[in-house]
């Protein structure tokens, strides 16, 4: 208790000390969570853009669907299975799909797309399609008119009102054709989906693929984002036999590994950073050691026990990277709750981005944890850095340390 | 000295052979025929009814008959393009490009294998290797490598030309790196005015397990008076 004491007043004897170490620990601090949030926030984003607006976190195909995606390994949801995705506890609602590829058609140009029929009503719920509309109306259940991603529109240099022609190659490959009038535009986050994509109500995708009641996917809506290997795993028993359920991990590799690689890159950036701010913290825990050289000394001369003396300096390092480890969280806090809140659009760095198929936006992620890790990480580096002068004071003789 | 005659006389004879198998093929001035077309896949098969008209290798339209829903979907060739009619939406198409390498009426045929741009005879190397026989009839058994600058997906040819009609009996189409990709299998040999034809040919992607597709000729007639008017976009719609 008594070192306590101590070291709590030896960093008060020496402010302006005090206040430069704590202030390499608070910068650490403060870059470190930034930087994380940053990276985790434009992650979530992504995965948020691509598997929650669009994918969903699990869904269930008729095997074999995922390794040959094309509009014959349709299967009829037959009742059975929407019961039994829908009394698993994890899942909020099945939402049926169409999916397959076409061109899209106008006057002159014509691209590939990528048609999903969907139910309107379900397909809202789920992935707030309707929301998505940046001009028009959504449209009904019966309805023959289509949505169309912005970015494919441009392309096609048509909008709203203009009619829209899709071919492709519809089940047991007849001929799949359908003229349609755009009802709605919609904005994707994902360049990638932005520039595809082309909403039809189910019935209409049905009739024009030569597909009544078939669908491709069946995508749930789960509340345990988190636990999408193991909801899958459970409908996968719990389903009869010609069924595939599939995590969104497993569906899109792809996204993955771009996480991944990301990260790996961010891995090596924040390791360069606490190197540079493990060494600050050293440098001046080093001149600290130095500058009280003679203090040791005459402590330990008046019978003061080392290992005491270690165990205060030790404490009082500790001290000062809490000090700075909070004062960094607090003042990353309200920059990282800004920016999640109103993220920044950087128009400068468009393409850049596009390429990865992130959306160019900046946004911070709120989590807890990242704050915990951080703090965590920082705190652990400075008190490595404390090993030195403990080791130092050990080795201390007293005589020649009052030697000045 | 003799071999190397020799070879370039045989060099020379595989050419002529299939320049000969080339006029047997397109009907020398133009035909009218019926067929039908069956779709193999291992879950299911698909049959549909057509007519076609060619003339020359430049022109030709195929218009569906049967089933009913797809009826009056219709196709133009006029030399290296490819137009498309789907009276679904009543539009008539020009393929592009990018079109040109997906399947046709949803076969195991491409757009690119009824335009074929390239010539057989004149971007090819040609040599014969042996004889062999298939479905009883004997054949020159031609390697056809195509010139370096020629755009073609394929590595090598071997061409089976019946050596008396100069029907082409079978090909195998081998990739860049020597798999066997495609074979096309010629069957059922009747004659229209004293002229040989193969009323039967599978297309079989050899890739692909239980997939191929059947085209049966059930009418045939050659030279027929054809204007080359005839091949427009305008009557691409109107032709049943």
């Not at chain 2, 397109?26 to 076609?52: A, D, F, H, L």
């Not at chain 2, 040599?127 to 010139?147: A, F, V």
């Not at chain 2, 239980?210 to 427009?232: A, C, H, M, Q, R």
Request: glycine fraction near 6%; charged fraction near 20%.
């Amino acid at each position: 208790m008594m070192i306590l004491k101590l070291a709590w007043r030896n960093l008060w004897r020496n402010k302006r000390r005090t206040l430069i170490t704590s202030s390499a620990v608070f910068f650490a601090a403060f870059l470190s969570i930034a930087m994380n949030s940053i990276q985790d926030g434009m992650h979530q984003q992504m995965i948020q853009n691509v598997v929650g607006y669009y994918s969903g976190y699990v869904q269930i195909h008729q095997d074999g669907y995922w390794d040959e995606q094309t509009i014959d390994n349709t299967f009829t949801a037959e009742e059975q299975v929407q019961k039994v995705a829908n009394d698993h506890p994890s899942v909020e609602r099945s939402v049926p799909r169409l999916e397959s590829f076409a061109l899209a058609i106008a006057e002159d140009v014509s691209r590939p797309a990528m048609v999903v029929g969907v139910d309107p009503r379900l397909e809202d719920e789920f992935t707030k399609l309707q929301a998505k509309l940046v001009q028009g109306n959504y449209f009904a259940a019966n309805g023959q008119e289509v949505i169309v991603a912005q970015g494919l529109l441009e392309k096609l240099k048509i909008g709203l009102g203009d009619t829209i022609i899709l071919l492709g190659q519809g089940y047991h490959g007849v001929t799949a054709a359908g003229k349609y009038p755009i009802t709605g535009v919609m904005k994707l986050g994902s360049p990638e989906l932005n520039a595809r994509l082309v909403y039809l109500p189910l019935q209409a995708a049905q009739e024009m693929y030569g597909a009544p009641e078939l669908l491709t996917s069946l995508a749930l809506d789960i509340n345990t984002p988190d636990k999408s290997a193991q909801v899958a795993q459970t409908l996968q028993e719990d389903l009869p036999e010609g069924y595939e359920v599939m995590d969104w991990k497993s569906m899109m590799p792809e996204l993955v590994q771009v996480l991944e690689a990301d990260k790996g890159g961010n891995v090596i950036l924040l390791g360069i950073l606490y190197l540079v701010v493990g060494f600050g913290i050293f440098g001046t825990v080093l001149m600290m050691t130095a500058e009280r050289k003679y203090e040791f000394g005459v402590l330990i001369g008046i019978g003061m026990k080392k290992i005491k003396l270690a165990a205060t300096v030790l404490l009082e390092t500790i001290f000062i990277s809490l000090l700075g480890v909070l004062a960094g969280s607090i003042f990353a806090f309200p920059l990282v709750y800004f920016f999640h809140y109103s993220p920044v659009y950087l128009e400068g760095l468009k393409e850049a981005y596009e390429q990865y198929g992130f959306e160019p936006v900046l946004m911070t992620s709120i989590d807890l944890g990242i704050f915990v890790n951080q703090a965590i990480i920082v705190l652990v580096i400075s008190c490595l850095m404390s090993i030195y002068p403990a080791i130092r004071i050990m080795k201390i003789d007293p005589v020649k340390a009052m030697h000045v | 000295m003799l071999l190397m005659i020799l070879g370039s006389a045989s060099a020379q004879d595989a050419a002529s052979i299939i320049q000969k198998a080339e006029e047997v093929r397109r009907g020398i001035e133009s035909s009218q025929s019926e067929m039908t077309m069956t779709i193999v896949r291992p879950k299911w098969t698909r049959t549909m009814s057509m007519k076609s008209w060619s003339k020359g290798d430049d022109f030709a339209l195929i218009v569906v008959t049967a089933p009913a829903a797809e009826e009056g979907s219709a196709t133009l060739k006029r030399s290296d393009e490819v137009w498309s009619y789907i009276p679904k939406v009543g539009r008539t198409i020009k393929l592009s490009r990018s079109m040109m390498s997906q399947n046709w009426m949803g076969s195991d045929l491409t757009n690119d294998d009824l335009v074929r741009e390239v010539s057989l005879i004149t971007d090819y190397d040609h040599k014969i290797l042996k004889d062999s026989t298939i479905e009883g009839r004997k054949c020159w058994k031609i390697e056809l490598i195509p010139h370096e600058d020629v755009a073609v997906v394929w590595g090598k040819v071997h061409m089976f030309v019946d050596q008396k009609d100069y029907l082409q009996m079978r090909t195998e189409s081998f990739d860049e790196d020597g798999y066997l990709v495609n074979v096309m299998q010629a069957s059922q040999i009747k004659s229209v005015n004293g002229r040989a034809y193969t009323a039967k040919m599978e297309i079989i992607p050899v890739e692909e397990d239980g997939n191929k597709t059947i085209l049966e000729y059930t009418s045939l007639k050659f030279d027929v008076p054809l204007d080359e008017t005839f091949f427009s976009v305008q009557n691409l719609k109107r032709i049943r």
